[in-house]
């Protein structure tokens, strides 16, 4: 069987020779034996000795041997370069094993968990080098700077914090109520919710909060600065970065935090009150005695002595990420997203330690 090429076989002619083409692979599909002749073949471009070479490649597909025969040594080299294109077939793709996979994930994943504490560890030692620093030359501690963030981490936080502890006040004593009413026992919802608030819901809710608000504040701040180079540029000018950029927005937090910490557990206590007296019907000068009776100083000493940890915490996360971001917008949002997911995660750990730390002393 022999198919003659006859014309000229150029892009200008695309829409036509590539019908032409198909129509003849499909008609000659189970042919055993195919000769393209060239012979009465006029003009030849790239298009078309793609377009043969595309039909002669069919026709093989098709279990029929085809071959280009009468072929000009004019046209010759062209047919041959196109003769060489996509030979290579594709490399199989691999069905990948999923429980290798899945180890693969866990070490990831475990390997940059392990990474992200060297780097925390690392800011931690850094920044007590700049502390020690600042305590033999107390001039070099940057005041204007811990009080510009002092109003920012705190001052301007109470709002928020106080609406929101007020709220988780009220309805944990709602639900106490609720559900101790049954067994007459209402007035141990004032033991029950003192006692969770100040030990544990309030330090631990404040953090929380500090950590979505200042803490990604922070990484946002240090992260488009390493994206305009200044923090290379306080490097050049001969200042260290954590003792000018962390060193006052941690000390910030650790004062910040406990008085968040104060004032959100009072408001919540306030919430819980309100509700126990309008919904539980329990007056405010009983509610005040059993207060009285529930809670002594190791309460309060214990929500306390938590916040200065977690707000360390945060702080160091939160400017760890910061200098970790690269120059792209992407890395500034995917870091700032790390900062509140690793900071909450580490607040809510190390609130479990203090926990079990508190219960082996007896506090």
């Known amino acids: 069987m022999a198919l003659a090429v006859s014309g000229a076989w150029t892009a200008e002619?695309?829409?036509?020779?590539?019908d032409i083409v198909d129509a003849a692979a499909g008609r000659y599909q189970g042919t055993r034996s195919v000769d393209i002749d060239l012979q009465k073949l006029e003009r030849l471009d790239t298009f078309?000795?793609?377009?043969?070479?595309?039909?002669?490649?069919?026709?093989?597909?098709?279990?029929?041997?085809?071959?280009?025969?009468?072929?000009?040594?004019?046209?010759?080299g062209l047919i041959d370069e196109v003769q060489l294109v996509n030979r290579d077939t594709a490399p199989k793709r691999r069905v990948p094993n999923r429980a290798l996979s899945g180890l693969d994930s866990l070490g990831r994943a475990t390997a940059e968990i392990g990474w992200s504490l060297v780097l925390i560890a690392h800011l931690l030692g850094a920044l007590t080098l700049a502390f020690l620093g600042t305590l033999r030359r107390p001039s070099r501690l940057r005041l204007t700077s811990i009080v510009h963030h002092l109003d920012r981490v705190a001052l301007r936080a109470v709002p928020i914090i106080v609406l929101s502890t007020f709220l988780i006040g009220a309805i944990i004593a709602q639900q106490g109520i609720f559900r101790f009413r049954p067994f007459g026992a209402d007035i141990y919802v004032v033991d029950m919710v003192s006692v969770l608030v100040l030990r544990e819901v309030g330090v631990l809710f404040v953090s929380i909060m500090v950590a979505g608000r200042s803490g990604s504040a922070y990484t946002a701040e240090l992260g488009a600065m390493k994206m305009r180079e200044e923090i290379d540029a306080l490097r050049t000018m001969g200042f260290d970065p954590v003792e000018v950029l962390v060193l006052p927005r941690i000390v910030a937090l650790v004062i910040a935090v406990p008085l968040l910490a104060f004032i959100g557990s009072m408001a919540a206590l306030y919430g819980a009150g309100l509700v126990c007296w309008l919904y539980g019907g329990m007056s405010p000068e009983i509610f005040l005695a059993r207060l009285r009776e529930a809670i002594w100083l190791p309460t309060f000493e214990v929500g306390l002595i938590k916040a200065p940890f977690m707000a360390l915490v945060i702080g160091l996360v939160a400017c760890t990420e910061g200098f970790e971001v690269d120059g792209s917008t992407a890395s500034l949002g995917l870091k700032t997203t790390a900062s509140v997911v690793k900071s909450i995660f580490l607040v809510i750990v190390l609130d479990g330690f203090f926990a079990m730390f508190f219960a082996a002393i007896g506090m």
């Open 48 to 76: 078309g000795a793609w377009l043969i070479e595309r039909l002669k490649r069919k026709l093989t597909v098709g279990g029929a041997t085809a071959r280009i025969v009468n072929l000009s040594e004019r046209d010759r």
């Open 13 to 18: 002619r695309a829409r036509e020779l590539e």
